[in-house]
């Protein structure tokens, strides 16, 4: 038994995946298995795991072509793992060096947390660095942030295995299981990770480093960018559930999440209300009931805070506020950006109605 097993899904990514496996080989942490999900390909993925795994028996493929979407194909991933920690990493990305012995040093320095990210450099197709991926720090700020958006990248995480086993934990699926089972919901892709890391994050289990990781590729065949509308909506969705949960477990009022969230460097039209001040107060209250009061919390709520008005000069106003007294993170001034061009040509707001209580 390796000490990490690390899942490494592909179809048809061939033209990175070498980079992505030599970048597993790199590293300076050496008691690992590389778990390699082939989901049927087509273009030599198959043969150029195969390849690898001649020369280097840690590596093994294994093909699931009939799983259902990415989160049925990564539950076949740790349906097979048989390690202390399972870590995730993508065919298109590279990680750093030190990037399992980091990772290693946070769990044993935090035995309470069941997952640990971290942050990462974007780079192009040919490998250029073009931006920063930030999410928040500690396991206060994950928490808080998950209602909101996804805090965690999920290529740069890793989960403990024994708590996984523990809890269940199955991309895809309500594993929290505080809400009728008609209200429970199921995300078969295009968000699955966000779904896995945020019920982790409302139980308080997870935490990113400071550290960079990893080195993010961003290229026109990114979920993110092929489908990004239905994957905003599928965010959202995931919002709601997760704050129902939330607020079922702490017996405390529902709000709504998404006047709030700024889900891939957007604000929602919702309903076409300018001002969300007073809901802002409730779902601040709600927050500071259920995780209890702290500084870490404090940050997201003024961030929160900033975007609950669409008025365009008043929302520039606060974001200039916020931005003096705290250093921004991933997509939150592109919400607000976006939100402030949404009326010039080729712009569109993304409408959603409220959801009631």
Avoid at 194 to 213: D, I, R
Wanted: proline fraction near 5%.
């Amino acid at each position: 038994m390796a000490r990490f097993d690390i899942l490494l899904p592909v179809k048809n990514g061939k033209a990175f995946l070498a980079e992505a496996i030599d970048s597993v080989r790199a590293q300076t942490f050496t008691d690992w298995r590389l778990l390699v999900l082939d989901h049927g390909s087509t273009d030599g993925s198959r043969e150029m795991a195969e390849a690898y795994h001649a020369r280097d028996p840690r590596i093994q493929l294994h093909s699931f072509p009939h799983a259902q979407g990415l989160s049925g194909l990564l539950n076949c991933g740790l349906d097979i793992a048989d390690c202390e920690f399972v870590m995730r990493h993508d065919a298109d990305d590279i990680c750093l060096p030190e990037r399992m012995a980091v990772t290693l040093a946070a769990f044993e320095a935090r035995p309470d947390c069941a997952a640990v990210g971290g942050q990462a450099d974007v780079i192009d197709a040919a490998g250029n660095k073009i931006g920063d991926m930030s999410v928040p720090v500690g396991s206060a700020r994950v928490s808080a942030a998950s209602l909101f958006r996804n805090p965690v990248i999920h290529p740069a995480a890793a989960l403990r295995f024994d708590e996984v086993r523990k809890l269940g934990v199955r991309y895809g699926v309500d594993m929290l299981k505080v809400l009728p089972e008609h209200q429970r919901l199921e995300v078969p892709g295009l968000a699955e990770d966000y779904f896995l890391f945020g019920q982790l994050a409302v139980m308080g289990k997870v935490t990113n480093l400071p550290q960079k990781l990893l080195r993010y590729r961003w290229h026109g065949n990114n979920v993110s960018a092929a489908r990004y509308v239905e994957q905003m909506e599928m965010s959202l969705a995931i919002s709601r559930s997760l704050t129902r949960s939330f607020c079922t477990m702490h017996d405390i009022p529902w709000f709504d999440p998404a006047p709030f969230c700024n889900h891939g460097g957007i604000l929602f039209d919702v309903g076409g209300q300018m001002n969300f001040d007073v809901e802002y107060a409730r779902m601040a209250d709600a927050l500071r009931r259920g995780f209890g009061p702290s500084v870490e919390l404090e940050r997201e709520l003024s961030y929160r805070k900033t975007i609950s008005t669409r008025n365009g000069a008043a929302l520039l106003w606060r974001y200039n506020r916020f931005r003096t007294a705290h250093v921004p993170e991933t997509n939150d001034w592109s919400a607000v950006r976006g939100w402030l061009i949404r009326r010039l040509p080729g712009k569109r707001r993304l409408s959603v109605a409220p959801e009631l209580a």
